[in-house]
């Protein structure tokens, strides 16, 4: 089997990508423990099943996406806690920002994503993460927030279909053999016009439900039933790509509790004009970096946002882009 496809298909990493990167940084395997150790080269080489794996270098491996390393990073250079924070997370994909801030002590994750189905299972069976998915950040608002999260946690519903009320037909006393006796009471039988209807409603059920039209309702899921919804957040992360922050800040702000903080990761190729970023995204001239942190600084004034730093991002971003990381604070 392919390496980077043994190493996902064993829980070694979450991604082929991921696999990787692990492959890049080492990995080697061995069949029973007498055997040496052999090294990974490529990422096609072969690893037979049922061969023992060991990992040169742990750190791609500790969260489900690179964005993890992005964010622990830069957590700890900021000097910030999020132990019992409340958190959004605006561009979740993955979820490495989630995991990252999980794997701290966050009381709850609700990633926003424009997406769907990219959030690794692992997250996505966590209590304390809220996945919202097809919601563009650019468009949040805390009514459409709390209505997406509403939806995220609970389950369509069909119209059940009633069989208590089945009407008794016409002439019932004949399935008795035609017997009719003085005790006999043939008030219940159904008329003619009602067993009709009933065949009628019956048909148009069958209808909706070969059409998809059938009714359904909303109801919140068991697990969630006591689960509260609040829009204001103490951190919000972001990890956002084909879009410039300067769009998004505005839709943030309200969502963030007065005091709270903001920690977003800002890909300068996403907030250059199309002439200043070079082929395949990359930025090469360092002097357009202090245009847009000046940009983003602006941006963060205009929307009430007090910029507490501007920092590298200890990772490159994996088109070899340099990225960094803004923090800002809502006034209290």
């Given amino acids: ?102 794997s701290q002590g966050a009381q709850q994750v609700v990633g926003v994503d424009v997406g769907h189905g990219q959030l690794h299972s692992q997250l996505r069976a966590d209590a304390r993460v809220v996945c919202i998915e097809g919601l563009n950040a650019r468009a949040l608002t805390p009514a459409l927030l709390a209505e997406a999260w509403e939806e995220a946690l609970s389950e369509l519903v069909e119209e059940e279909e009633d069989n208590d009320t089945l009407p008794e037909a016409p002439y ?10 003085d005790d006999y009471d043939d008030s219940d039988d159904a008329k003619e016009h009602e067993i009709e209807d009933f065949k009628a409603q019956r048909a148009a059920r069958a209808k909706a439900e070969a059409t998809g039209t059938l009714p359904r309702e909303r109801r919140r899921k068991p697990e969630f039933a006591d689960a509260r919804i609040d ?31 903001l920690v977003l990761l800002v890909k300068p190729q996403f907030e250059l004009q199309p002439g200043q970023v070079g082929k395949g995204g990359l930025v090469k001239d360092e002097s357009l970096y202090a245009v ?27 088109d070899g882009n340099r990225e960094f990381f803004i923090h800002a604070r809502r006034a209290a």
């Fill in 231 to 261: 829009t204001v957040f103490d951190l919000v992360t972001g990890d956002l790509s084909f879009i410039s922050l300067t769009l998004v800040l505005p839709a943030l702000v309200p969502l963030v509790a007065p005091g709270g903080q």
């Fill in 1 to 102: 089997m392919r390496a980077d496809t043994f190493l996902v298909e064993h829980g070694h990493a979450s991604t082929r990508s991921q696999a990787q990167r692990l492959i890049a940084s080492g990995v080697e395997w061995r069949v029973g423990a007498p055997a040496p150790w052999k090294k990974v080269i490529k990422n096609g080489d072969e690893i037979p099943s049922g061969a023992e794996v060991r990992l040169l270098d742990q750190a791609e491996a500790r969260f489900v996406s690179r964005g993890g390393l992005k964010l622990e990073g830069a957590l700890r250079q900021l000097g910030l806690s999020v132990q019992g924070l409340r958190c959004l997370d605006v561009g979740q994909s993955t979820g490495g920002f989630t995991d990252c801030l999980l």
């Fill in 172 to 181: 019932a006393w004949m399935r008795n053999g035609g017997v009719v006796d």
């Fill in 292 to 318: 847009v942190q000046e940009r983003l600084r602006s941006a963060c004034a205009e929307a009430g946002l007090q910029v507490q730093a501007w920092i590298d991002s200890p990772i490159a971003g994996g």
